[in-house]
């Protein structure tokens, strides 16, 4: 999709712009914004103190851009882990957008889309039994855990949902 652009007056002079979609600061003062290809406006556009509900929390294990995470107390301190549909008690709590490696800060998003996957089929999508992910058919082995956790629009997003996870007999 191209940019989209707008006529505008330069000192008399009818000039196309192309309308910026993210901002750098005061250099893009005054100009015209638009949306991303997601239909939203992006975070650099918003007033200070607007942002996605986020959290930092201490990463136990090595995260990948797009995993679902579970976070959880490790010894009275929040840590955060891969969620896995695997394990009762370790369901998704939200995801990461960016890789986090063991004993770093990791941020944790809640209710927004997780732009960093891949590969994804339209439709519901479940926590899968492969640590981090999620898969369109819901696990059905003894002790997995089913838990809806959004809506892929795309092969690369996915709008997280919290829902209650239900453990299997």
Do not use: C, W
């Not at 309308?19 to 003062?29: L, M, R, W, Y």
């Not at 294990?61 to 009275?76: H, P, Q, R, S």
């Not at 995801?95 to 927004?112: H, K, P």
């Amino acid at each position: 999709m191209a940019a989209p652009r707008y006529i505008r007056n330069n000192a008399g002079t009818l000039t196309e712009t192309i309308a910026i979609t993210s901002s750098a600061g005061v250099a893009d003062a005054e100009k015209i914004v638009a949306t991303g290809t997601n239909g939203l406006l992006d975070i650099t556009l918003m007033p200070t103190g607007i942002s996605p509900p986020v959290l930092t929390v201490l990463a136990s294990e090595n995260l990948a851009a797009g995993d679902f995470v579970n976070i959880y107390n490790n010894g009275g301190t929040a840590n955060v882990r891969k969620a896995d549909a695997t394990t009762s008690g370790k369901e998704a709590h939200g995801f990461v957008l960016s890789a986090v490696l063991a004993a770093a800060n990791a941020t944790v998003y809640f209710g927004d889309s997780n732009t960093a996957v891949t590969g994804r089929t339209a439709g519901v999508q479940y926590l899968s039994t492969t640590a981090g992910s999620t898969t369109t058919t819901a696990p059905s082995g003894s002790g997995n855990v089913v838990q809806r956790v959004g809506v892929a629009s795309s092969a690369t997003e996915i709008g997280f949902l919290y829902s209650q996870p239900i453990v299997l007999a």
